[in-house]
């Protein structure tokens, strides 16, 4: 294994705020990542896409800083930003000239602190959002595959309704639920700072409690659910027409959260069955037997347990049903012969370098730091992930298989291509 | 701690920034084989990670009448050669932990890997002989032709590929950018193995590739793994497309792709831009960042933050050899289509018709010049910038002087510079939607012609019947 270490220190502020930091001379930049740990899964239905539109509006207005001055701020000092909310959490960051890290603290301390929002600049971003949702889901060919998945292979896991919300719900958030969420979840005690780069412990250790140190918790118990699906014993399947080309397959079968044990093989199994053009499936449906025209596969990585999802467009002339059968066909080769030594020791030379390349970015490794320690509990788990990788057998890879990847335990939707009108033919 | 908790913090103003560190784009090495193959190294070993492409001059621009022959010979560099199958190529490099690709721009075509740098000797290998013996086996130009067909048909539910297909046929016209560079249907079903042999033979030639390594690699290394490789590589260089001018329209055309169960307008205003080595490229980069080429541009504060028509609006000079296009535009919502085309003319004409604040000018120039190191962080990043260099011709202190000429420019120089680069009278208006509304919505921007999503030309039944 190649040794690349992320080296860092940590530490809570008297408030609860945890604080992670990696410092990296090379050049004078600084990365800075937030993480609040909430998100769509914080929400309850009637209120879908909440958390996301609350993003938004971290933007719009604090105490000291005007609606829109954030953005003007950062890039007038040379720096990026952004933010961006899934199922259990939302970050913000900016990347900075090192010269302007306390104005970055300064900006991301006033909107934890304070929130100045109106009707009107909350009522923008509610077309912003509304927008966002069309240009990214509902008008993009197979844009809603994942949210049509998710809503019906789980019955009680609040990951049953997209992050984008839905149309109604993001038209009908008030002022006060956004005035009421930020007391609630964005405070000290449910937030991690992460710096990277060019900077000084002592000088950010000292900027930080000058910044953060002073904000209050909130009051209330913070709303954290812990719903587990029962187990599924038969088969969900359904069609979905959609305005495509071709028509597609979406597969997902339950598997358990991130953190649990069994996560790592089902991992390198997907690496194994669609990561590169040599990989089993990829081969076997795009390559050799010409009946798709793309495949990917992966295990989502969440706090509660998750989906291992199969996404497969079919070639020209070829339907989902073919798609399907021969992907029952070729887990049920997996379940019962198992990978063989190569192709686990491909995948885990693929999971190496891409570790390689996730880390050479200071605002990617910012934000890796910050995801080990918020979802896995532990920033260290970024530095033992790589054994836990190599650790891996091929019996592990088997039995995950065998356990997971079964009929039984999957949803399944076939989009099909609108029915055409005759005058369009 | 305890201190920084009592003492009561003023926020009201934002702190003052510490001192700049000066960021010079960082010096590379290199080194020219006697055969005129260049060898390029910039080394950083933070990470033991390298990246290599081996680029040949000139790409789409020569397609001729065989759209799609540059960007399918490139794709098949790697789909086998006398010696290797495509399968032997992607499992080999894939073992390794690395990645390979081949592809073409208007400008180049190239192979690349990336791979953990101890892997580096047996890699450059099978680069080395994806590049001088490709076999373009008729089996896997099948295969890629059926893969690029179905592309093809994706495309065309695809709102923003649609409007800019639509986009590049109505500024360009029959000149080789008006055509989509991956082909169309006609044109990939027409292309054959030995027109892509023909078209790799006169293009990977010594005098006509070079090859960039970065990341965690010593230049000697690099050059002994050329000289072993290529070192007996003949061949002169090609000549480069000419600077010659692209006319812009008299009137300006208004074209709507119809997708009947649209929910959104995708838009692109535009024409004609500026060439990459044109001496205005640098106000022209600036004065696209003003109207549109970062969040806090004119476009997107006015069409998402003042008006909440869309997730985000934008612009940008695509510039190539040639004048490669301008465009403008966002995906609204249908009903606000034709005030989002109204706002963004009127962002347009604004730009030409009065000049910049300072303050407004000193944002966008700190934006551009404070975010530079961050553009040169990782290798990869630097590596694509020497490409541009060799590519274009640049000088090789292009980047170092490229924050003092950004700083140079005045309000005057950017409102010049509108004046010659933007059009939005000759602009051509594109918008993918719902043909029925936007049929008469648009009227008023000029006649309305209606394509459908192959390209087809829907005749307007209603005025046609006014007519007769």
Known sequence: MSGVNVNYEEYDLPNGMHVILHRDHTLPIVAINLWYHVGSKNEHEGETGFAHLFEHMMFQGSENVPANMHFHHVQSAGGTLNASTSFDRTNYYETLPAHQLELGLWLESDRMNSLAVTEQTLETQRNVVMEERRSRYDNQPYGTMLMELFARAYKMQPYRWPTIGSMTDIQSASLEQVRAFHRMYYRPENATLCLAGDFGTGTAQELIAKYFGPIANGDGEMYRPFIHEPPQTTQVRDYVYDSIPLPGLVVGMHIPDMNAPDFIPLDILSYILTSGESSRLYHRFVYESRIAQSILSFAYDLELPGLFIFRIIAQQGKTPEMLESMLWKELEDVRRNGVTASELQKAKNRIETMFVRAVSSLQSRADLLNSFRVLAGDAAKLNEHRERIHAVTQEDVQRAAATYLTEHNATCLHYLPYPKKSSEQ | ?468
Do not use: C
């Open chain 2, 1 to 468: 701690m305890t201190d920084s908790r009592n003492t009561t913090l003023d926020r009201s103003r934002p702190p003052k920034p510490g001192v700049p560190k000066d960021v010079p784009f960082p010096d590379y090495f290199e080194h020219t084989m006697a055969n005129g193959m260049k060898v390029i190294v910039y080394e950083d070993h933070s990470l033991p990670i390298a990246a290599v492409n081996v680029v040949a001059r000139g790409g789409s621009y020569f397609d001729g009448a065989h759209p799609g022959l540059a960007s399918m010979t490139a794709e098949l560099l790697t789909k086998g050669t006398a010696t290797r199958s495509a399968t032997d190529i992607v499992e080999d490099i894939e073992f390794l932990g690395g990645s390979i690709g081949s592809g073409a721009g208007w400008d180049s075509m190239s192979v690349g890997i990336s791979i953990l740098s101890r892997h580096l000797d047996r890699a450059m290998e099978v680069i080395a002989d994806t590049v001088r013996q490709p076999s373009f086996p008729d089996e896997e130009v099948e295969r890629v032709r059926e893969q690029r067909l179905a592309d093809i048909l994706q495309a065309r539910s695809s709102p923003s590929a649609l409007a800019f297909e639509r986009f590049s046929s109505a500024v360009y016209g029959t000149h080789p950018y008006g055509l989509p560079q991956d082909g169309t249907e006609h044109t990939v079903a027409a292309l054959q193995s030995p027109m892509m042999h023909d078209f790799h033979r006169e293009r990977f030639t010594a005098g006509n590739m070079f090859i960039t390594a970065v990341g965690d690699v010593e230049p000697e290394r690099m050059v002994e793994i050329a000289e072993r490789l290529f070192g007996d590589l003949g061949g002169e260089a090609v000549p480069s497309p000419d600077g010659s001018v692209i006319a812009l329209p008299e009137t300006r055309p208004v074209q709507v792709v119809d997708r009947p169960s649209a929910v959104q307008s995708s838009i692109l205003i535009g024409h004609a831009g500026i060439a990459r080595n044109h001496e205005d490229y640098i106000p022209v980069f600036l004065l696209n960042m003003l109207l549109g080429g970062y969040f806090g541009s004119r476009l997107n504060l006015n069409l998402r933050e003042d008006k909440g028509y869309t997730y985000g609006a934008h612009a940008r000079f695509d510039a190539r050899r040639q004048a490669g296009p301008f465009a403008a535009g966002a995906e609204v919502r249908n009903e606000v289509t034709d005030r989002a085309i109204e706002e963004i003319l009127k962002e347009m004409e604004q730009m030409r018709g009065a000049p910049v604040s300072e303050e407004e000018l000193e944002k966008v120039k700190n934006y551009v010049t404070g975010s530079f190191p961050l553009q040169i962080e990782t290798a990869a990043q630097v590596a694509q910038r020497i490409v541009m260099i060799e590519i274009y011709g640049l000088e090789k202190d292009y980047y170092t002087k490229f924050n003092s000429r950004i700083l140079a420019l005045s309000a005057e120089d950017i409102q010049r510079t509108a004046q010659t680069w933007l059009h939005p009278d000759r602009a051509a208006i594109v918008a993918a939607g719902r043909g029925s509304l936007l049929r008469n919505t648009l009227e008023r921007f000029g006649p309305v012609e209606l394509f459908d999503a192959k390209g087809a030309r829907i005749p307007d039944v209603e005025s046609q019947a006014q007519d007769t």
